[in-house]
């Protein structure tokens, strides 16, 4: 009791006593300290917890990250029966829709010497790049052949393959590549063709047609 009363009157005095212990200890013994808290033979425990213990706290966070990963799954799962994967739910009204050209190396200028090969062929490696995936045999094997002038439109579920009509790169006539592979740059009359971006639910000639303005600089 005196011990103690003496503490609560001076609690400065008891601090430096309990520092005084702490510094007393060695290395050694800190060692030993640590030793016994990662392993006590006595008391059968590891970090301060027996194996009934640690058992108990794997099984929390088992189930608890279990139940957190399905509800993570269920809102997704949720979320992607909402959304279409052929078409999107926000998605801009263009008109006209964008327009590209091809062959398209730097920009919508197309520069070129007649007399110089190295100057026209970069262009004309593009078109063949580009027009790979129009070739008629390709087109024939992945594509389905549609009525000219008809809009060809795919019902049915959106989990059903959707197929695309055929473009055959024959179309082009003399652009196509095929009767003259330099697509006319080596004799200066130039092939370029227009693409147009695809836009879902745009259905052309219902609306304003697309012009194009070509000038020679």
């Not at 959106?158 to 004799?187: M, V």
């Amino acid at each position: 009791e005196n011990k103690h009363e003496e503490k609560v009157q001076d609690p400065d005095r008891g601090e430096d006593e309990t520092k005084a212990e702490m510094g007393s200890k060695t290395w050694a013994d800190l060692a030993g300290e640590m030793k016994i808290f990662l392993w006590n033979p006595e008391e059968r425990t590891c970090l301060g917890r027996t194996a009934k213990s640690w058992g108990l706290i794997l099984l929390f966070y088992f189930v608890f990250y279990t139940c957190l990963a399905g509800m993570f799954a269920f809102c997704v799962y949720v979320m992607l029966l909402t959304l279409s994967p052929y078409t999107p739910r926000f998605r801009d009204r263009v008109s006209p829709p964008g327009v590209m050209i091809r062959p398209y190396l730097n920009g919508f200028t197309i520069a070129f010497n007649v007399s110089q090969p190295n100057t026209w062929q970069p262009y004309v490696d593009n078109m063949h790049h580009f027009l790979a995936a129009y070739d008629d045999r390709v087109q024939e094997e992945k594509n389905i052949e549609c009525v000219s002038g008809q809009y060809f439109i795919q019902g049915g579920d959106d989990s059903e393959e959707k197929k695309a009509c055929q473009f055959k790169r024959s179309l082009l006539q003399n652009c196509s590549g095929i009767e003259d592979p330099t697509f006319g740059y080596s004799r200066g009359q130039p092939c370029i063709l227009l693409k147009m971006n695809r836009i879902i639910g745009y259905r052309p000639g219902a609306g304003v047609p697309v012009s194009v303005d070509c000038k020679v600089q």
